[in-house]
């Protein structure tokens, strides 16, 4: 084998290596934040391949059905994307009704969350509502912090707090009380302003599981010692 064969085997194979080792770490990431709420491993693949699958356009007799319309207002048509939006919330719901969240706690945490979600995005016209890197992570450790003082005795129930504020907090700071602003630029012909519509790697949606993922690294000595 030539120097120049082996050198082009490793420009080739190194970049792939890369990529499998970010998309494993993802997926690690995001079945531990799940296994933290409650889901198992294959439920945890579930959501995440429905979620996709509904982050993508799909037409029903020429209707997309993956984006639901809400209204439309100065040429702009505001949706709400089913993989990136509707999901994360029923999922929210979901954990409220099944943990038995405190609903005063929720409320305090997306008061909170919703602050600084709003504080680190803005409208842009030609992208949307959006927050640049490593402003975005700011809502998700918000998150996390608050529900692990707030469980602090209760450690189960921390991640789907983290999760449910993380989601809904973005969802109201950024993306609702954003929304006049974005909606105060006119606009010649009608642009798509879908929420979560950047699917699963939108911001409500990594929010969430970021935030309880980080409270499984918090609690994980408690664990060790119980």
């Not at 356009?57 to 994307?81: H, K």
């Not at 789907?160 to 602003?181: C, F, K, N, Q, R």
Request: one cysteine or more; a positive charge; glycine letters at 6%.
């Amino acid at each position: 084998m030539s120097i120049g064969f082996a050198i082009y085997l490793l420009r080739l194979i190194i970049p792939i290596v890369f990529l499998a080792s970010i998309i494993y770490v993802a997926l690690l990431i995001y079945t531990r934040a799940f296994k933290e709420m409650g889901f198992s491993a294959f439920d945890a693949l579930t959501i995440l391949v429905i979620s996709f699958i509904f982050g993508h356009p799909i037409y029903v007799n020429g209707v997309d059905i993956s984006n639901l319309y809400l209204f439309t207002y100065n040429n702009w048509i505001i949706c709400i994307n089913i993989g990136g939006g509707v999901i994360p919330i029923i999922i929210s719901l979901y954990l409220a009704v099944k943990k038995k969240i405190s609903p005063l706690k929720i409320l305090l945490s997306l008061i909170v969350v919703s602050t600084f979600a709003y504080y680190v995005t803005y409208p842009d016209p030609s992208r949307g509502i959006v927050s640049p890197f490593p402003q975005w992570l700011v809502p998700a450790m918000m998150a996390s912090a608050l529900s692990a003082i707030l469980y602090i005795d209760d450690h189960r129930k921390a991640a789907p707090t983290a999760y449910i504020s993380g989601t809904i907090g973005v969802l109201i700071g950024a993306d609702i009380l954003h929304l006049p602003e974005l909606l105060s630029y006119s606009s010649k012909k009608p642009i798509i302003a879908s929420i979560g519509g950047a699917n699963v790697f939108d911001m409500i949606y990594i929010t969430g599981i970021l935030a309880a993922f980080l409270d499984a690294i918090l609690f994980i000595k408690r664990r060790r010692v119980a």
